[in-house]
């Protein structure tokens, strides 16, 4: 087995990685260590100039595509790598996946061209910013919206 044989075997095992990972995990690993987690992202996606593309994928019909490129440009270094290893993929594989897998993971997760609530946990390890209160609150509002208020619960 010579390194072509090598390369080639590495080659395949990220591809599958890939194929596997689709866009299963990338929301999570976007809540994870994006700030203001998936919606931060399509966000910013949008600031970018790509909203009509973005609307598509909430519409789930007909998604536009993104370039890797520009999807790589609107992710911060430190962002990028964490969720790369995250999803366990090379870094330099990331952006390509994402054009792939991540318009049928927002199509997925949307209702009525709405992004439904997601997750967002602190980035302050990723992004080197304190968490804001507001953005606390937003996340426990978002879990209220999910899971219910178990205060009122216990009121009843």
């Known amino acids: 087995m010579g390194l072509k044989d090598v390369l080639g075997d590495l080659a395949a095992a990220t591809e599958r990685t890939i194929a596997e990972v689709g866009g299963r995990d990338i929301p999570m690993a976007f809540a994870k260590f994006h700030p203001g987690g998936l919606a931060g992202f399509l966000d910013r996606l949008?600031?970018?100039g790509h909203g009509a593309e973005v609307d598509?994928?909430?519409?789930?019909i007909d998604p536009r595509p993104i370039p890797a490129p520009a999807l790589a440009a609107c992710l911060p270094e430190p962002v990028a790598e964490s969720i790369a290893r995250d999803l366990s993929l090379p870094r330099e594989r990331l952006a390509t996946a994402l054009a792939e897998f991540?318009?049928?993971?927002?199509a997925a997760r949307s209702k009525d061209g709405r992004l439904t609530p997601q997750p967002v946990f602190s980035s302050t390890q990723v992004v080197g910013?304190?968490?804001q209160g507001s953005?606390?609150?937003?996340?426990e509002t978002e879990?209220?919206?999910m899971f219910g208020d178990p205060e009122s619960e216990v009121k009843q």
């Open 143 to 145: 879990h209220r919206t």
């Open 135 to 139: 953005e606390l609150k937003s996340v």
């Open 129 to 131: 910013k304190p968490a």
């Open 102 to 106: 991540l318009p049928a993971a927002v």
């Open 56 to 60: 598509s994928w909430l519409q789930a």
């Open 46 to 48: 949008k600031q970018e």
